[in-house]
């Protein structure tokens, strides 16, 4: 009989930090529901400003604290009798009808991290606090780049078989069109082995002119990434993402985006085409949704950097917070 795996992927979620949410679509006082990693939880901005996610459900009688909850100054309060809890340490700090606060009263609470457009949480299969910070990307902070684009896309698939593609200058060709084969480019891997880059030279032809550009492709754990084109004097595009898991069983995944450019490339390309740049983010979308996980491809010897991801995600399921070296670094 053939072997074929799991349609559905085995593979939990790994260490890492993930975008639950753009920050423009959480105004203070906000309250919403979330459902990420399997779990549910509670986001909700504090009247300081503060992006805060905590478990879900009430310790008291089990309502959903963002169904219908309320902030508070810094609290967010259960909709159900009006427990407040506070949005840092998860703990019941007023009961509106009895003056003592049970020591048990508290909900769990998530580490979050506000940069570059987007509200992130901080995933860890053991509890364990932040690894390492989310990098800030200059580019979004800086007038001379245009107000970046949003937008989201629902996949069927694991969060690691996603970001593999970043790993995977072949499927240019053939999923995106792109004439060029496997441009010439290379791996690099930075102190902090979370981080690495692949970069890949090619010439682009502009309105203005012809340059030796290259296609420098950032990750910071899995699923975060930062695609720039650089080579064209003092212009630039970029493609920022993060990955969230939302189930495991059936895989269902969130990939959000930012995408803006220097103010001179939008002059010459026009509006329309940050707009057509999501549409081929858009053209994976098929075969991710129907791929099985492969836990072991096989490979050929063209497929350098898809080998080279598959030692360096490892580090993000190992309980031992050690990062694992990928190959090819000393
Ligand atoms: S269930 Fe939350 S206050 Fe009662
Ligand atoms: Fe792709």
Redesign the pocket.
Known sequence: MAFREDHDVKLPVPNGWYAVAFSRDLIKGAVEPIHYFGEDMVLFRTRSGEARVLDAFCPHLGAHIGEGGRVIGETVRCPFHGWQYDGASGACVKIPYCDTIPKAAKVGTWHTAEKNGMIFVWYHAEKKPPLWDVPELAELDDDDWSEPIHFELIVNAHVQDMHE?NNDPV??QY??NLATGEPPGEIKYFDDPRHYQIVNHSETVTPVGTFETSLVRDSWGVGMSAVRLEGIPEAGILLYSSTTTIDLQPSKTVSRWVLTASNNMIDFVGDDFLHRLME??Q??QRIWSNKVHRANPLFCKGDKYLIEYRKWVKQFYASDPAPVRAVGEG
Do not use: A, I, L, M
């Open positions: 593609n499927h240019f999923v995106h081929g983010v053209q994976d």
